[in-house]
């Protein structure tokens, strides 16, 4: 077998086996032949003629996603950066559009998210963004399947993944949260304050009544006591003004016993000699006898009071007794 025979089998071999290539998942792939588009394969094994037809490119049918971020300010003149994610894909059945009509896809997405954008965000105000972030992206996804359906492009989502407004209004924004809560919070530990001091002022309100209702049982109590033992004196022999004298001198040596029973008193009570009780006793039974007396002597200089009677009318027909009849 000559040389040249080995060199064209090699040949031969290598030529067949490039009429042969795979395509892998989710991936086209697109075959010009002398440099004119003629078919696309889909994944597996598939057949070309050597020589003549070629792989012109590769087209991902993967789900993919660009981000971009856009500098724009609002209705009320602040500047904002808004970070827009674009999930899209490569129709199958357009294949051909998305490979020879649209050499930069990326950039057609993003100048018609900067487009879209730019020309929502102006007509609301700061607050308004964050509220109708959702808004802005349906905007954007429509307009980008209006545009980008003709090149074989189906967009799949857009969302409006940050919105971050300059440093200086985060930190005004911040600066009214923290003041709008604090507020919330004052107005909370008022009423809180409030509904303490009304519960303590009810709970003192009660306390004093029945503290009241305690001290006129007692003192109710402490009158039948003394007129139990003014009852219990009278049988023995001592009157109603010794009685009322020597309660009284009771009741003050034991308003000493308790003073007395207290360590931490400072209170001293003068006279506070033996002597001083027995003075105290004929004191008040001195007292009591003489304002005995006077109320007695009063009561009989009192004058009794005189029944003036209307004097008697004439009667008809007669006249004085000093004045003759007619």
Known sequence: MGTGLIIFLVLAFFIFMSSFFTVKQQTSVVIERFGKFQ????????LKIPIVDRLAGR????IQQLDVIIETKTRDNVFIKMKVSVQFKVIQEKVYEAFYKLEYPHDQITSYVFDVVRAEVPKLKLDDVFERKDDIAVAVKRELNEAMSTYGYDIINTLVTDIDPDIQVKNAMNRINAADREKTAAEFEAESSRIRIVAKAKAEAES?????QGIAD???EIARGLVESVEVLNNVGINSQEASALIVVTQHYDTLQSIGSDTNSNLILLPN????GSDMLNNMV???TASNQVGEMMKKNTPKKVEKHKPTP????????NEPQV
């Open 218 to 220: 007692q003192r109710r």
């Open 273 to 276: 000699s033996p002597q001083a």
């Open 39 to 46: 078919s696309v394969r889909n994944s597996g094994l598939q």
């Open 59 to 62: 087209v991902n049918l993967k």
């Open 286 to 288: 001195a007292s009591f």
């Open 314 to 321: 004439p009667q008809s027909g007669y006249e004085d007794d």
């Open 208 to 212: 004093k009544r029945l503290q009241g």
